[in-house]
């Protein structure tokens, strides 16, 4: 079932936190696409849109890199994580331990802060 938002209404979440490993693209303007318009959503137009908890992992030679910035932006800057790690456009693996265990914090800061506040 879709539900028409009234401008300016936001939907309630469907869950509880969310984590972003190496986003390639921008998050879609949902109202937009309901009446046939395709328009990306971003921090300058639309601002810090994601209330809920966040966890935000990419590389520094991701070559999406800008996405997974402008996107942390627009999440809510006092429940967001971010990881950078060495690596391009891959989750950190068993090759650095130091990544996996960063990564895993940023997550579990995010279900934290889901569950407990």
């Known amino acids: 079932?879709?539900?028409k938002l009234k401008e300016g209404q936001r939907a309630d979440p469907?869950?509880?936190c969310a984590v972003f490993f190496s986003p390639a693209m921008m998050p879609v303007d949902y109202t937009?696409?309901?009446v046939g318009e395709f328009r990306t959503l971003n921090f300058a137009t639309d601002g810090e849109i994601i209330d809920i908890p966040t966890a935000h992992i990419w590389g520094s030679g991701d070559q999406w890199a800008a996405a997974g910035s402008e996107l942390s932006r627009m999440c809510k800057a006092d429940v967001r994580s971010v990881f950078i790690h060495d690596g391009g456009h891959e989750?950190?693996?068993p090759g650095s331990k130091v990544a996996v265990t960063r990564t895993v914090n940023v997550i579990r800061r995010a279900v934290d802060t889901a569950l407990f506040g």
Do not use: Y
């Open 32 to 34: 937009a696409l309901q």
């Open 1 to 3: 079932m879709i539900r």
């Open 91 to 93: 989750v950190p693996g």
């Open 14 to 16: 469907l869950f509880k």
